[in-house]
């Protein structure tokens, strides 16, 4: 099972792009968004050189999933690569379709979320998944969440997912989480592909160099670094209070470090969020970076600053001077995404 040509995952043959599109915004994520808009996203993306395109049935209920699979149709199957996860397991709730969903995302709750890291769960959620994005197959499928789950996940759903990787169902399996800690479990434990690591190495915060992060590039797991705004706080030249911060309103500490990043980062022209986007990719562990997107405005945008050229040392050295940056930290030499074509890594 292959892919477009980009980064491989770990030892499958599944390969991503060094820049991919996460689609929760496309499930309605804090606001809605109409259908033509969702495909214009994902046109978009297409049309910058994106070939990689993260989602999941928590988006939106299985919006998400719906609106990719339909903004994909007709394009080569083997152009492209899709993740989608599993864990949490779509239930109709008839009862719930007057009300909206009440985990963030605009949209009915016509259905309701069961967690459900079994085996059998595991096949059904997929089922449904690849119903929805009107697949056969996805490349990569991940083990979403575990947090509070991890026995059942480790002994339960990473089985199933290996077997459905020995079947040739699956490419390629990983584990998503916002807690690097957790994801260090599986990577120590199982034998992932991949890890999708949310909002713990960025240009804000980068806790995941402590384990994670080495222990993925010694054992070949690939890392897919995502939430590299801070869901927003990096997003903007200019950060400010009020903007959200891992899913709620930024505290006024993070808020303040965001804005000392942000003056350096004006001292040399560079724009915060390309400085975010370039670091967020530069340790050799991190394989691909997803962006989530509302429009087609949105993903061009990003698309653009992740080919700009690397931001010179300087800047690092000086984040790295007023304590805003881990020395430790790899910079990047090179842009993220090369513009006008899609990487052709190995």
């Known amino acids: 099972m292959t892919g477009p040509s980009g980064v491989r995952l770990g030892r499958s043959t599944v390969t991503v792009g060094r820049l991919g599109l996460g689609t929760a915004p496309l499930g309605n994520l804090l606001g809605a968004v109409d259908d033509a808009t969702a495909t214009a996203t994902v046109d978009a993306a297409w049309a910058a050189g994106i070939r990689y395109f993260d989602t999941a049935p928590h988006y939106g209920l299985g919006l998400a999933e719906r609106r990719l699979g339909a903004a994909l149709a007709g394009r080569p199957r083997s152009g492209y690569t899709v993740s989608t996860k599993v864990g949490r397991r779509l239930v109709p709730d008839p009862d719930g379709a007057g009300r909206r969903d009440d985990e963030g995302f605009d949209v009915p709750a016509a ?4 967690w459900d890291f079994s085996a059998d769960g595991v096949r059904r959620t997929l089922e449904a998944s690849l119903d929805r994005l009107g697949l056969d197959r996805v490349d990569l499928l991940l083990i979403h969440d575990p947090e509070e789950h991890q026995a059942e996940a480790l002994g339960q759903a990473y089985p199933a997912l290996h077997e459905l990787r020995a079947q040739g169902v699956i490419g390629a399996l990983g584990v998503g989480s916002k807690r690097w800690d957790v994801l260090h ?3 120590a434990e199982t034998e992932v592909d991949a890890v999708m690591l949310a909002g713990r190495y960025t240009l804000l915060e980068q806790p995941a160099l402590d384990g994670l992060l080495p222990d993925c590039l010694s054992r070949g797991v690939s890392v897919l670094n995502v939430g590299v705004f801070n869901s927003g706080l990096l997003a903007v030249d200019r950060p400010h209070a009020g903007l959200p911060y891992d899913y709620g309103e930024a505290p006024a500490a993070i808020v303040s470090r965001a804005q000392a990043i942000a003056e350096v980062c004006a001292r040399y022209a560079v724009p915060l969020p390309a400085a975010a986007l370039a670091f967020a990719g530069a340790h050799p562990a ?6 989530g997107a509302r429009d087609a405005e949105q993903i061009t945008r990003n698309a653009e600053l992740a080919a700009a050229p690397a931001p010179p040392d300087e800047l690092w050295a000086e984040l790295v001077e007023r304590g805003l940056l881990r020395p430790d930290a790899p ?3 090179r842009a993220l995404f090369p513009a006008g074509h899609y990487p052709s890594e190995t």
């Open 331 to 333: 910079r990047p030499s």
């Open 185 to 187: 479990r599986f990577v």
């Open 111 to 114: 259905h309701r979320r069961v």
């Open 286 to 291: 991190v394989a691909s970076v997803l962006v």
